[in-house]
């Protein structure tokens, strides 16, 4: 959730570093600072809040140095506050930190019994008093590092610097993402991509207990031992202009605008529709092991827990194989029966999700098998599965979900389609029929799109509501609290998504002239059921904002419609999300939130 950025090389460190937090920003905090080396001294400037405030500081007190770290915050221990804001000094050591460290409290106590004073409320600080007890007994300041990392129990990314040392840079992970940009004589490290995307492509992606230290022009990657680690860079193909907003108003709106692009990205390559065949590049498991499965978990968090269940329609109707969708905050407190024939399906934007990582090390500590989808390369969850479905969404900076969200559930199509091969339940041309859908899906996309203008006068007739329900059945049930959730998340409103059949079972008691309901009601074999539970809505003087398609005969009986292309049924639950992000998008506008950073949120949960 927080962000980090470190720099060494010739140019001055803290334009690269403001710039990288910039990028981060969509990660959400409360929070900033930046900490530069220069002959000898460390230098720090913090403030709350945004950034413009950080900005106007430095602008006030410049910051010089060629060899600097930097911090978007996230409260978790200590309040938001300058005081508690990164980076966080003692003794000749300046340190950033991601992650929790569990046992701060009984390292803190023991610190101050030998003599160290504490300036904030963080579990953070207690690093930096770590590395200066270390330093002082060893005089060295890698060996200072280990030996403080050692002592740490929880999950961090961290980037140091030291007075005594200043021709270096410190960082190292465990169980928090943490990236190295490789430039012409200079180094990047951030905890993710886009920040250094503007200054190189070429990333070194750290496995958990690895620590690299820097010096001017050169690196070195070890164990938390000491021992050398030999590592691979990864050319990233995004460009710059991917994390910028493109003309757009926000992040979120671009994102929206993209999903056609990103979607034929996700297919591109994987569809043999001549011989009804789709293949999975990363997918390691075999045909017969993965033919082999009789049952499969589906776990996520969030927007990814509702394509999960969308993913159990797709799965079970085309695989015919038994399928439990899972919180992954739940799964591994319940002690799930896990065996060698189950699969546990990981879903990830990031890949980081602490969560959904702690699932999967369960499904896999019980002896299952893993497969992960996510959007990130060379992510933890996709590192420590046995195969993964990259969604080539590209970079998401708005933190409500929009175009991961929807090629996470065409990457659950592609891999129920290669799940059904490899278990035989789906003939050759019944996939070449399916491939075909597919590959018209950007199209479809596109037209949808077309709505936005109709679905911004609805945001504008709706957009005063304290509360709005939303209902959907089968495959559009997990489109209704999506569709809740986009709402909430960025206008603040109140909002709930329920199966259209249980509207009768509690929701019906909310129902007035002042409630909104948006019905999912495209045509498929549930269409009259469903228009069964819009009357009963119309009927009680609910607004009605239905979402529909093909030939159905709305008139009368809703006071708004907007009518989607029509597609198979499995591909219903893209088209449908698309109404539901724009109207969620245009009533936050309308109301002056924060579309791209909302209170409270943050991009990527990798923390507990």
Same mark, same amino acid.
């Given at each position: 959730?927080c962000?980090i950025?470190?720099?060494?090389?010739p140019?001055q460190?803290?334009?690269i570093i403001?710039?990288?937090?910039?990028?981060?920003?969509?990660?959400?905090?409360?929070?900033a600072?930046?900490?530069?080396?220069k002959?000898?001294?460390i230098d720090?400037?913090?403030?709350?809040?945004?950034?413009?405030?950080?900005?106007?500081?430095l602008?006030?007190?410049?910051?010089?140095?060629?060899?600097?770290?930097?911090h978007?915050r996230?409260?978790?221990?200590?309040?938001?506050?300058e005081?508690?804001?990164?980076?966080?000094?003692?003794g000749?050591?300046?340190?950033?930190?991601?992650?929790?460290?569990?046992?701060?409290?009984?390292l803190?106590?023991?610190?101050?019994?030998?003599?160290?004073t504490?300036?904030?409320?963080?579990?953070?600080?207690?690093?930096?008093?770590?590395?200066?007890?270390?330093?002082k007994a060893?005089?060295?300041?890698?060996?200072?590092?280990?030996?403080?990392?050692t002592?740490?129990?929880g999950?961090?990314?961290?980037?140091?610097?030291?007075?005594?040392?200043?021709?270096?840079?410190?960082?190292?992970k465990?169980g928090?993402?943490?990236?190295?940009?490789?430039?012409?004589?200079e180094f990047?490290?951030?905890?993710?991509?886009?920040?250094?995307?503007s200054?190189?492509?070429?990333?070194?992606?750290?496995?958990d207990?690895?620590?690299?230290?820097?010096?001017?022009?050169?690196?070195?990657?070890?164990?938390?031992?000491g021992?050398p680690?030999?590592k691979?860079?990864?050319?990233?193909?995004?460009?710059?202009?991917?994390?910028?907003?493109?003309?757009?108003?926000?992040?979120?709106?671009k994102?929206?605008?993209?999903?056609?692009?990103?979607?034929?990205?996700t297919?591109?390559?994987?569809l043999?529709?001549d011989e009804?065949?789709?293949?999975?590049?990363?997918?390691?498991?075999?045909e017969a092991?993965?033919?082999?499965m009789?049952?499969l978990f589906i776990?996520?968090c969030?927007?990814?827990?509702?394509?999960a269940?969308? !993913? &159990?329609?797709?799965?079970e109707?085309?695989?015919?194989?038994? /399928? @439990?969708?899972? #919180? %992954?905050? +739940?799964?591994?407190?319940?002690n799930p029966?896990?065996g060698?024939?189950?699969?546990?399906?990981l879903?990830s934007q990031?890949?980081?999700t602490?969560?959904?990582?702690?699932?999967?090390?369960?499904?896999? !500590? &019980?002896g299952?098998?893993?497969?992960?989808?996510c959007?990130? /390369? @060379?992510?933890s #969850? %996709?590192r +420590?599965s046995?195969?993964?479905?990259?969604?080539?969404?590209?970079?998401?900076?708005?933190?409500?979900?929009t175009?991961?969200?929807?090629?996470?559930?065409?990457?659950?199509?592609?891999?129920?389609?290669?799940?059904?091969?490899?278990?035989?339940?789906?003939?050759a041309?019944?996939?070449?029929?399916?491939?075909?859908?597919?590959?018209?899906?950007?199209?479809?996309?596109e037209?949808?799109l077309?709505?936005?203008?109709?679905?911004?006068?609805?945001a504008?007739?709706?957009?005063?509501?304290?509360?709005?329900?939303y209902?959907?059945?089968?495959?559009q049930?997990?489109i209704?609290?999506?569709?809740a959730?986009?709402?909430?998340?960025?206008s603040?409103?109140?909002?709930?998504?329920?199966?259209?059949?249980?509207?009768?079972?509690?929701?019906?008691?909310?129902?007035?002239e002042?409630?909104?309901?948006?019905?999912?009601?495209?045509?498929?074999e549930?269409?009259?059921?469903?228009?069964?539970?819009?009357?009963e809505?119309?009927?009680?003087?609910?607004?009605v904002?239905?979402?529909?398609s093909?030939d159905?005969?709305?008139?009368?009986?809703?006071d708004?419609v907007?009518?989607?292309?029509?597609?198979?049924d499995?591909?219903?639950?893209v088209?449908?999300?698309?109404?539901?992000?724009?109207l969620?998008?245009?009533?936050?506008v309308?109301?002056?939130?924060?579309?791209?950073?909302?209170?409270n949120?943050?991009?990527?949960?990798?923390?507990?």
């Amino acid at each position: 959730m927080c962000g980090i950025v470190g720099y060494i090389g010739p140019q001055q460190a803290t334009p690269i570093i403001f710039e990288g937090l910039r990028r981060l920003e969509y990660r959400g905090y409360d929070s900033a600072g930046i900490a530069t080396l220069k002959e000898g001294r460390i230098d720090i400037r913090r403030a709350q809040g945004k950034l413009v405030n950080l900005e106007r500081l430095l602008a006030e007190r410049p910051l010089s140095g060629s060899l600097g770290i930097g911090h978007t915050r996230w409260a978790t221990h200590g309040r938001p506050s300058e005081t508690n804001a990164h980076p966080h000094y003692a003794g000749g050591i300046v340190v950033v930190h991601n992650g929790i460290i569990e046992n701060y409290l009984a390292l803190r106590d023991r610190l101050r019994r030998e003599g160290h004073t504490f300036r904030s409320e963080t579990d953070t600080e207690v690093i930096a008093h770590l590395v200066e007890e270390h330093y002082k007994a060893f005089a060295d300041f890698a060996t200072a590092v280990r030996r403080a990392l050692t002592e740490v129990r929880g999950a961090y990314a961290v980037a140091i610097l030291c007075e005594g040392e200043p021709d270096k840079l410190i960082a190292a992970k465990l169980g928090s993402p943490l990236v190295v940009g490789q430039g012409d004589g200079e180094f990047f490290v951030a905890s993710d991509v886009p920040a250094m995307l503007s200054h190189t492509r070429e990333m070194v992606f750290l496995e958990d207990g690895e620590m690299v230290v820097f010096r001017t022009g050169a690196m070195m990657v070890t164990d938390l031992a000491g021992s050398p680690r030999q590592k691979q860079s990864k050319t990233i193909t995004w460009s710059p202009l991917m994390a910028e907003k493109g003309g757009y108003r926000h992040f979120m709106l671009k994102e929206i605008y993209e999903q056609p692009r990103a979607i034929a990205d996700t297919l591109a390559g994987r569809l043999m529709e001549d011989e009804g065949v789709v293949y999975l590049e990363d997918l390691k498991l075999d045909e017969a092991e993965l033919g082999s499965m009789e049952k499969l978990f589906i776990v996520a968090c969030g927007t990814s827990w509702h394509a999960a269940l969308v !993913g &159990k329609f797709l799965i079970e109707k085309l695989c015919r194989v038994p /399928v @439990e969708v899972d #919180i %992954a905050s +739940e799964f591994r407190y319940r002690n799930p029966i896990v065996g060698e024939r189950t699969l546990t399906l990981l879903i990830s934007q990031s890949g980081e999700t602490a969560d959904t990582l702690a699932a999967l090390r369960e499904a896999r !500590g &019980k002896g299952g098998r893993a497969v992960a989808i996510c959007n990130v /390369v @060379e992510s933890s #969850i %996709a590192r +420590e599965s046995h195969g993964v479905v990259y969604t080539h969404a590209g970079p998401e900076i708005g933190v409500a979900s929009t175009k991961a969200f929807t090629t996470q559930l065409v990457a659950l199509y592609l891999f129920a389609l290669r799940l059904s091969q490899a278990r035989g339940t789906l003939a050759a041309e019944e996939c070449r029929a399916h491939c075909r859908e597919l590959l018209a899906l950007p199209r479809l996309i596109e037209e949808t799109l077309q709505l936005d203008a109709a679905t911004e006068e609805i945001a504008r007739t709706y957009m005063g509501a304290r509360d709005f329900l939303y209902l959907g059945r089968g495959n559009q049930y997990p489109i209704a609290l999506e569709g809740a959730l986009k709402l909430k998340e960025i206008s603040y409103i109140h909002a709930e998504g329920y199966p259209a059949g249980e509207m009768k079972h509690g929701p019906i008691a909310l129902i007035d002239e002042q409630l909104p309901v948006v019905v999912l009601v495209p045509e498929n074999e549930t269409s009259e059921k469903v228009l069964s539970n819009l009357e009963e809505v119309h009927a009680r003087g609910g607004r009605v904002i239905a979402i529909t398609s093909g030939d159905i005969d709305l008139t009368g009986k809703a006071d708004a419609v907007l009518r989607l292309p029509s597609a198979i049924d499995d591909l219903m639950p893209v088209l449908t999300s698309i109404p539901m992000q724009l109207l969620a998008y245009h009533i936050a506008v309308l109301k002056g939130t924060d579309v791209d950073q909302p209170r409270n949120l943050a991009k990527s949960v990798t923390v507990e």
